[in-house]
């Protein structure tokens, strides 16, 4: 079968998926969570219990303060016994809503049973408001708000809605199980997004090292009029937005741009299946699928399903019984994630795996000399020239750096793994952008 | 003869062309530049250092070149210092206004014996690009993070790293106070002050916003609020849990008692410096 | 104690080391050949080349810039075997130390190691030595197969001082000249094998041909430079041919003979002293094959590959300056 990629650079990495056949699992409730008050893109949310106060699963624990903003909803039952400033996996100080779990109720309004529910009755306005109700946000790791992303803005067309069931990200295989487990669901919310978006298609991208889920959704592709399935090339990075917009329908967003600009929609899967539940089954974002996963680090390596604000040493319980040898624990994949700095820090709504190294894995190489063999600039997908950005910045040449189209950078770190002399060039790109910002507040 | 003619001639008349091609560029690209400023850029450090708040050396001169007395006052070259702006203010033929030294001070104490290091990093060593995987480098959120940026930032060889403490350096002599480092650092720890006289300077060296408790528990010379220092002087102002002294507070005055009454040391007296370093040995 | 550390957290498995290694390996065929066919004395050179660039740059590293010395990421070995390939067997091992330290020194540490360097080293040592000591550059042995301890110093010409000699000696018509001389020519099968007298790597077209596989295999280099080198000096040749019909340009006897492939394959492609984007390479490899066209039909040297390359390298700077990839979402200007 032919499959689609996008043209320029890419890197083929060792994509270890290792938990691809094992199944979700619960993870079981812990004794506390942390639930942070920003777990998006945008403005913290309002803070709406107290101390003392009883909450259960679902509760709204904080509400939106603008726009750009989302709700945050209770993932355990239980008692509010703190809200203080906790370092966050983000590095950053954040209020977090410290809840002792008691007991396992849930908010009435919520639908639990296992069945499917396929007609969907609620109009345009009801969906993105039930979406916005739900605290539902990108959960590909960006945590940008989804209703935002469900409303088209004034004076731009949409004509594709693109279903992000690629996981090029090294070990992780979080959205590969739900596609498998939860194919339908996924394609009932691909439908509620059409109609809260006013388009008639939508097209499920998921690349080819992922045959089961494949199958899956191709056979039940057939009984819905409009979804289709788009085989990828499993290549990294071709789940980043542009990347696949470029895959899939040839058109490439302009410099500065985002996608709507070239009429397109890029929704991850797991978002998909958030807002298939929340719409259809009134049940808030207070969990995801999280991958927990690692060579030797990770004896188990399994699919958790997980309460927002667990933390993350209660999953590290669970996959190994000697936690002495781990070296480094990676909040997302291998190639973008982000090195927790304790144990404790809580996984959000945006955690897609945790990553576990041995202590020998976790040394990052010394860097050498470039010798200019250019593979930076071969394999960017972006077409830009890491080496030069760096010798930009090496020289304190800034000025340099817009003309090097730093701020198109993705930072998708393929610059910085395909380097022979392992010099850090995603490191000298993200200083770039600081340095660009900068220079632009000026 | 003919050879030497020939040679000569050629010569000479590639000179003269060449000669006349000048003359006309020069005629056609001839600006009329104000020759004070000429003469401001000549005489200014030309490090482009931004200090003065200007983009460089280029702009500042053009700045005071079309200055009037009062705007002039506010215009000052922070690394030529009080010497240069009386020779610029000779070019002009406005008075120089006598502004007293300052320098970089670094407020934190946070170093590998005070706060030890809780993270190891690896990636490029910056300070900015840690923040945003690591609030820090010990337990203290607000504390230098120690991998020199601020050092890579000066232009003038003023920061040097002390690999004893972890913590970068102000050689006094060298700082001109452009502004570099308190740019760069993304904890905000430096800040610019009165160089005072015989470097005699009192401020908090701490940054932390922490209560008391914690913040001791973080770091042994973390600033707890405790109030003592704002009962000897009023201006004292204690803020978020931090106390800072204003450069109104006399340091010759208050700076010994004032580093006295501390009782984690977070406050600094340069003043009795070299009890301290005897002290450190 | 947790390690933090910025994204990503793997790292591919090529390492400068192992594309050194993967060139040294890439190179060895040819030295299987060279030693098969010039036996101990091109071993000799070979061995001097190496040890001389390696302990070169290791003094240099430790004793003037006082750094960690580079010796480990292999690439002054590289640089010592593909010196002693363009030397000739029985090569004195005293002038192949001064090729080194040109090489090494001047060449590469001079200007700040490697990654550094304009030039190619190995071909900057080459054609220092070939204007230094022109005589010893160009007693090239006659082939002795399997003959390994053979120092006997019987000599002969290369193919394409053979040619070059023909062109400017000889003034009969085309086509006599092709009869009379047809004789003193190898014919293409050892040409091809490497039964030819030349520099110690560059006689056994096989041999580097399958060095090439083996990089474009290990995804050391991309096909690009070679492949339109070759192609450019080919169809000039091949043009040339077509016009005079002089011997010289005959393009089969050309293309295997002297330095091309070697050249080609493990020079032109030299990281450090290539261009960095793919057009770049592309216009860097046309110009090789002009220049090297140009040489060896205009010039008194009957070689040209190792001088096209080295003025190609001077390009470099400019051609990457000139040809930016197009960055996504962006139109080329």
Known sequence: ?442 | MNIILSGVLVLGGIGFCAALILYYVAQKFHTDDDMRVQKIEKILPGANCGGCGQAGCHDFAVACATSDEKSFEKLHCTVGGNKLMKEIADILGYKAVEKAPTVAVLRCQGSCQNAPIKFEFSGLQSCRLATQIATARSECPYGCMRLGDCVNACKFGALKMNPKTGLPEVDENKCVSCGACVAVCPKQLFEIRPKGKDGKRVYVACRNQLKGAQARKNCSVACIACQKCAKINSEIKIENNLSYIPTSVDAEQYGEILAKSCPTGAIVYTGLKKENNQHED | ?333
């Not at chain 1, 958790?304 to 319980?317: C, E, H, M, Q």
């Open chain 3, 1 to 333: 104690m947790l390690k933090i550390s910025t994204a990503p957290h793997i790292n591919s498995p090529q390492s400068t080391q192992s594309i050194m290694r993967d060139v040294i390996i890439a190179l060895m065929p040819a030295f299987v050949v060279a030693l098969c066919v010039f036996g101990v004395s091109a071993l000799e050179v070979i061995i001097t080349s190496v040890a001389g660039c390696v302990v070169f740059e290791y003094m240099i590293c430790k004793y003037l810039m006082h750094i960690q010395p580079t010796t480990w990421d292999l690439s002054a070995v590289v640089t010592g075997l593909l010196l002693g390939y363009n030397l000739p067997a029985g090569f004195p091992i005293w002038m192949n130390l001064i090729g080194c330290f040109v090489a090494i020194a001047i060449t590469k540490m001079a200007f700040g190691g490697i990654g550094k360097n304009l030039f190619n080293p190995a071909l900057a040592g080459r054609v220092f030595l070939l204007i230094s000591f022109p005589m010893e550059m160009t007693t090239w042995p006659k082939p002795h197969i399997f003959d390994f301890m053979n120092t006997d110093m019987q000599t002969g010409a290369t193919t394409l001082g053979i040619l070059k000699h023909l062109d400017a000696e000889t003034s009969a018509t085309a086509l006599s000249r092709a009869t009379t001389n047809q004789e003193q020519l190898p014919d293409y099968l050892d040409m091809f094998l490497g039964n030819i007298g030349g520099s110690i790597g560059e006689i056994s077209t096989l041999a580097l041909i399958l060095g090439f596989i083996y990089l474009l295999y290990r995804r050391i280099i991309s096909w690009h430079i070679p492949v339109y080198y070759i192609a450019t000096f080919m169809i000039l040749t091949t043009i040339h041919w077509l016009l005079t019909g002089s011997t010289q340009a005959e393009p089969m006897t050309q293309l295997l003979s002297g330095g091309l492939f070697l050249g080609t394959i493990f020079m032109a492609t030299d990281y450090t002293t290539s261009p960095m984007s793919r057009q770049g390479r592309i216009i860097f490899a046309i110009g090789c094959g002009i220049l090297t066209y140009v040489i060896r039909f205009y010039s008194v040297y009957p070689e040209g590959v190792s001088f096209a390359i080295l003025i190609m390298n001077a390009f470099v700077p400019m051609i990457d300056n000139l040809c930016v990839p197009r960055v996504f979402g962006t139109r080329r200007k």
């Open chain 1, 1 to 442: 079968m032919k499959t689609k990629t996008f043209p320029m650079g890419g890197i083929h990495i060792d994509k270890h998926k290792i938990t691809s056949h094992k199944a979700i699992i619960d993870a079981g409730l812990p004794e506390y969570v942390y639930i942070p008050i920003k777990q998006h893109i945008g403005a913290p949310a309002k803070i709406l219990v107290q101390k003392g106060d009883k909450v259960k699963v679902g509760t709204l624990l904080a509400d939106a303060d603008g726009l750009v903003s989302a709700d945050i909803h209770s993932s355990v039952s239980g008692e509010v016994v703190k809200i203080e400033d906790i370092v966050n996996v983000d590095a950053y100080l954040t209020p977090m809503i410290v809840i002792k779990v008691e007991g396992d109720e849930y908010e009435k309004s919520i639908d639990r049973t296992p069945d499917i529910i396929k007609d969907i009755t609620l109009s345009r306005e009801e969906i993105i408001q039930r979406i916005r109700e739900s605290g539902i946000v990108g959960m590909g790791g960006a945590g940008y708000p989804t209703p935002i992303k469900t409303t088209i803005p004034e004076g731009k067309t949409a004509d594709t809605l693109i279903i992000n069931g690629i996981e090029c990200e090294a070990y992780l295989t979080a959205d590969d199980r739900l596609m498998v487990e939860h194919a339908e669901e996924i394609i009932i919310g691909a439908k509620i997004l059409n109609k809260a978006l006013g388009i008639q298609n939508a097209i499920i991208a998921i690349d080819e090292n992922k045959p089961e889920a494949i199958e899956k959704m191709q056979s039940l592709c057939r009984k819905y009029v409009g979804v289709n399935v788009a085989v990828c090339e499993s290549k990294y990075p071709q789940g980043a937005e542009k990347q696949l917009i470029k895959a899939i329908t040839g058109r490439e967003v302009p410099s500065g741009k985002l996608p709507i600009d070239v009429h397109c929609i890029v929704q991850n899967a797991g978002t998909t299946f958030a807002v298939y539940e929340a719409v259809q089954k009134h049940k808030p974002l207070y969990e995801r699928i999280i991958t927990v996963s690692g060579d030797e680090a990770a004896e188990t390596p399994q699919n958790f399903r997980v309460r927002v604000g667990t933390p993350a040493s209660f999953l590290i319980k669970q996959v190994t019984k000697h936690p002495k040898k781990i070296g480094k624990v990676i909040f997302g994949g291998a190639m973008m994630g982000i090195s927790a700095v304790n144990m404790e820090a809580p996984t959000t709504k945006l955690t897609s795996g945790i990553l576990l190294l041995t202590d020998k894995d976790a040394n990052k190489p010394q860097s050498s000399e470039c010798i200019r063999c250019a593979r930076c600039a071969d394999f960017c997908p972006m077409g830009l020239r890491p080496y030069a950005i760096a010798t930009a910045l090496k020289n304190h040449e800034l000025s340099e750096l817009g003309g090097l189209h730093t701020m198109d950078c993705i930072e998708c770190g393929s610059c910085s793994y395909i380097c022979p002399a392992r010099i850090p060039l995603l490191d000298y790109c993200k200083l770039g952008k600081m340095e660009v910002r900068k220079q632009l507040k000026k």
